[in-house]
Protein backbone atom coordinates (compact mmCIF):
# COMPACT_ATOMS: atom_id res chain seq x y z
CA UNK A 1 0.00 0.00 0.00
CA UNK A 2 1.52 3.26 -0.72
CA UNK A 3 1.73 5.75 1.50
CA UNK A 4 1.02 9.53 2.05
CA UNK A 5 3.23 11.56 -0.85
CA UNK A 6 4.06 14.94 -0.86
CA UNK A 7 5.84 16.92 -3.45
CA UNK A 8 8.31 18.55 -3.65
CA UNK A 9 10.67 17.27 -1.17
CA UNK A 10 12.21 20.74 -1.45
CA UNK A 11 11.50 24.16 -2.25
CA UNK A 12 13.62 26.94 -2.26
CA UNK A 13 11.44 30.57 -3.01
CA UNK A 14 12.25 34.33 -2.50
CA UNK A 15 10.15 36.33 -0.62
CA UNK A 16 6.91 37.89 -2.29
CA UNK A 17 6.63 34.72 -4.55
CA UNK A 18 3.95 31.60 -4.21
CA UNK A 19 4.54 28.69 -3.35
CA UNK A 20 2.65 25.07 -4.20
CA UNK A 21 2.93 21.98 -2.25
CA UNK A 22 1.12 19.04 -3.28
CA UNK A 23 -0.20 15.79 -1.43
CA UNK A 24 -1.13 12.41 -2.49
CA UNK A 25 -3.63 10.29 0.55
CA UNK A 26 -3.14 7.14 1.22
CA UNK A 27 -6.06 5.27 -1.10
CA UNK A 28 -9.46 5.25 0.11
CA UNK A 29 -8.64 8.45 2.47
CA UNK A 30 -11.00 11.27 2.11
CA UNK A 31 -9.33 13.46 4.48
CA UNK A 32 -6.17 15.94 3.83
CA UNK A 33 -4.71 17.84 6.75
CA UNK A 34 -1.92 20.04 6.54
CA UNK A 35 0.33 21.32 9.01
CA UNK A 36 3.37 23.61 9.11
CA UNK A 37 6.80 22.48 11.49
CA UNK A 38 9.09 25.27 11.78
CA UNK A 39 12.28 24.47 13.18
CA UNK A 40 12.30 22.43 16.39
CA UNK A 41 8.78 23.41 17.02
CA UNK A 42 5.74 21.86 17.41
CA UNK A 43 2.97 20.96 14.39
CA UNK A 44 0.76 24.16 14.03
CA UNK A 45 -2.64 22.90 12.17
CA UNK A 46 -3.44 24.59 8.96
CA UNK A 47 -6.10 23.12 6.82
CA UNK A 48 -8.02 20.25 6.99
CA UNK A 49 -9.99 19.08 3.41
CA UNK A 50 -12.46 16.36 3.53
CA UNK A 51 -14.56 15.47 0.15
CA UNK A 52 -13.05 17.99 -1.84
CA UNK A 53 -14.19 20.91 0.76
CA UNK A 54 -12.39 22.89 3.15
CA UNK A 55 -13.86 22.09 6.49
CA UNK A 56 -11.77 23.84 8.68
CA UNK A 57 -8.79 25.94 9.01
CA UNK A 58 -6.10 26.96 11.65
CA UNK A 59 -4.68 30.35 12.93
CA UNK A 60 -3.28 31.10 9.43
CA UNK A 61 -3.48 33.96 7.16
CA UNK A 62 -5.73 34.33 4.14
CA UNK A 63 -2.50 33.88 1.70
CA UNK A 64 -2.18 30.90 2.91
CA UNK A 65 -4.90 28.46 1.39
CA UNK A 66 -5.52 25.38 -0.40
CA UNK A 67 -7.84 22.72 -2.04
CA UNK A 68 -8.60 19.03 -2.56
CA UNK A 69 -9.45 17.54 -6.11
CA UNK A 70 -11.59 14.94 -7.08
CA UNK A 71 -9.57 12.19 -6.31
CA UNK A 72 -8.95 13.28 -2.89
CA UNK A 73 -5.13 15.08 -3.60
CA UNK A 74 -4.64 17.85 -2.25
CA UNK A 75 -2.53 21.50 -3.16
CA UNK A 76 -1.04 23.94 -0.60
CA UNK A 77 -0.76 27.27 -1.61
CA UNK A 78 0.95 29.88 0.40
CA UNK A 79 0.88 33.97 -1.46
CA UNK A 80 3.30 36.55 -0.84
CA UNK A 81 5.73 34.66 0.88
CA UNK A 82 7.53 36.29 3.89
CA UNK A 83 11.15 34.81 5.82
CA UNK A 84 8.99 33.02 8.37
CA UNK A 85 7.10 31.04 6.57
CA UNK A 86 10.05 28.91 6.06
CA UNK A 87 9.40 25.53 7.46
CA UNK A 88 8.49 21.90 6.98
CA UNK A 89 5.02 21.62 5.50
CA UNK A 90 3.69 18.70 6.43
CA UNK A 91 0.59 16.60 4.89
CA UNK A 92 -1.66 13.98 6.64
CA UNK A 93 -4.38 11.94 5.76
CA UNK A 94 -6.78 9.60 7.66
CA UNK A 95 -10.66 7.82 8.14
CA UNK A 96 -13.07 8.90 11.11
CA UNK A 97 -10.55 8.51 14.37
CA UNK A 98 -8.17 6.14 12.99
CA UNK A 99 -4.76 7.25 13.04
CA UNK A 100 -3.12 9.43 10.63
CA UNK A 101 -0.65 8.72 8.48
CA UNK A 102 2.00 11.27 7.43
CA UNK A 103 4.03 12.02 4.47
CA UNK A 104 7.69 12.88 4.64
CA UNK A 105 7.22 17.04 3.98
CA UNK A 106 8.29 20.00 1.85
CA UNK A 107 10.64 21.53 3.20
CA UNK A 108 9.67 25.41 2.21
CA UNK A 109 12.91 27.71 2.37
CA UNK A 110 12.11 31.28 1.72
CA UNK A 111 15.15 33.56 0.92
CA UNK B 1 -9.80 27.18 21.58
CA UNK B 2 -8.29 24.06 23.12
CA UNK B 3 -4.58 23.74 24.38
CA UNK B 4 -3.09 20.67 24.59
CA UNK B 5 0.50 20.87 26.44
CA UNK B 6 3.16 18.57 26.85
CA UNK B 7 5.89 18.65 29.34
CA UNK B 8 9.12 18.60 29.39
CA UNK B 9 9.54 20.26 26.66
CA UNK B 10 12.77 18.56 26.36
CA UNK B 11 14.54 16.20 27.86
CA UNK B 12 17.87 15.21 27.93
CA UNK B 13 18.85 11.48 29.52
CA UNK B 14 21.48 8.65 29.88
CA UNK B 15 20.96 5.81 27.99
CA UNK B 16 19.31 2.80 30.18
CA UNK B 17 17.64 5.55 32.41
CA UNK B 18 13.52 5.86 31.87
CA UNK B 19 11.41 8.99 30.46
CA UNK B 20 8.18 10.07 30.55
CA UNK B 21 6.62 12.92 28.82
CA UNK B 22 2.80 13.85 30.04
CA UNK B 23 0.15 15.65 27.98
CA UNK B 24 -2.62 17.99 29.92
CA UNK B 25 -5.76 19.05 27.81
CA UNK B 26 -7.88 22.05 28.86
CA UNK B 27 -10.94 19.98 27.70
CA UNK B 28 -12.32 16.36 27.53
CA UNK B 29 -10.55 14.71 24.99
CA UNK B 30 -12.40 12.43 23.06
CA UNK B 31 -9.23 10.00 22.83
CA UNK B 32 -5.44 10.72 22.85
CA UNK B 33 -3.13 9.24 20.22
CA UNK B 34 0.82 9.09 20.56
CA UNK B 35 3.06 9.89 17.55
CA UNK B 36 7.12 9.71 17.36
CA UNK B 37 9.04 11.95 14.91
CA UNK B 38 12.64 11.17 14.16
CA UNK B 39 15.15 13.86 13.66
CA UNK B 40 14.51 15.26 10.02
CA UNK B 41 11.59 12.77 9.66
CA UNK B 42 7.56 12.73 10.05
CA UNK B 43 5.69 12.09 12.97
CA UNK B 44 4.89 7.80 12.88
CA UNK B 45 1.51 6.82 15.01
CA UNK B 46 2.37 4.88 18.03
CA UNK B 47 -0.26 4.02 19.93
CA UNK B 48 -4.43 5.36 20.18
CA UNK B 49 -6.26 5.29 23.69
CA UNK B 50 -9.66 5.64 24.03
CA UNK B 51 -10.91 4.27 27.17
CA UNK B 52 -11.19 6.71 30.30
CA UNK B 53 -7.48 5.15 32.75
CA UNK B 54 -7.02 3.06 29.79
CA UNK B 55 -2.90 1.44 29.92
CA UNK B 56 -1.67 0.05 27.26
CA UNK B 57 2.25 -1.21 26.97
CA UNK B 58 4.33 -1.65 23.81
CA UNK B 59 7.51 -3.40 24.79
CA UNK B 60 9.21 -0.70 27.01
CA UNK B 61 6.52 1.61 26.50
CA UNK B 62 3.65 2.33 28.45
CA UNK B 63 0.87 4.13 27.37
CA UNK B 64 -1.79 5.59 30.04
CA UNK B 65 -4.93 7.74 29.43
CA UNK B 66 -6.17 9.64 32.40
CA UNK B 67 -9.82 8.68 34.91
CA UNK B 68 -10.89 12.70 33.54
CA UNK B 69 -9.72 11.71 30.10
CA UNK B 70 -7.89 15.12 30.39
CA UNK B 71 -3.92 13.76 30.51
CA UNK B 72 -2.30 11.42 29.59
CA UNK B 73 0.92 10.15 29.40
CA UNK B 74 4.12 8.08 28.00
CA UNK B 75 6.54 6.40 29.73
CA UNK B 76 9.35 4.70 28.42
CA UNK B 77 11.26 2.45 30.40
CA UNK B 78 15.14 1.73 30.07
CA UNK B 79 15.56 3.90 27.14
CA UNK B 80 17.84 3.42 24.13
CA UNK B 81 19.74 5.78 21.43
CA UNK B 82 16.97 4.73 19.30
CA UNK B 83 14.05 6.12 21.34
CA UNK B 84 15.90 9.82 20.20
CA UNK B 85 13.25 11.74 18.93
CA UNK B 86 9.97 13.89 19.60
CA UNK B 87 6.98 12.37 20.81
CA UNK B 88 3.95 14.21 19.83
CA UNK B 89 0.37 13.79 21.84
CA UNK B 90 -2.77 14.95 19.44
CA UNK B 91 -6.24 14.40 20.21
CA UNK B 92 -7.39 12.26 17.30
CA UNK B 93 -10.35 13.50 16.37
CA UNK B 94 -11.68 14.15 12.66
CA UNK B 95 -12.17 18.22 12.34
CA UNK B 96 -8.18 19.10 13.24
CA UNK B 97 -6.25 16.33 14.94
CA UNK B 98 -5.43 18.28 17.33
CA UNK B 99 -1.30 17.78 18.38
CA UNK B 100 0.10 18.57 21.83
CA UNK B 101 3.30 20.56 21.85
CA UNK B 102 5.77 17.57 21.95
CA UNK B 103 8.56 16.32 23.66
CA UNK B 104 12.16 16.08 22.88
CA UNK B 105 13.96 13.11 24.29
CA UNK B 106 17.54 13.18 23.54
CA UNK B 107 19.29 9.54 24.65
CA UNK B 108 23.34 9.81 25.60
CA UNK B 109 25.07 6.11 25.24
Known amino acids: EAGVTQSPTHLIKTRGQQATLRCSPISGHTSVYWYQQALGLGLQFLLW???????NRGNFPPRFSGRQFPNYSSELNVNALELEDSALYLCASKTSLLKAFFGQGTRLTVV | GQQVMQIPQYQHVQEGEDFTTYCNSSTTLSNIQWYKQRPGGHPVFLIQ?????EVKKQKRLTFQFGEAKKNSSLHITATQTTDVGTYFCAEGGFQKLVFGTGTRLLVSP
Open chain 1, 49 to 55: YDEGEER
Open chain 2, 49 to 53: LVKSG
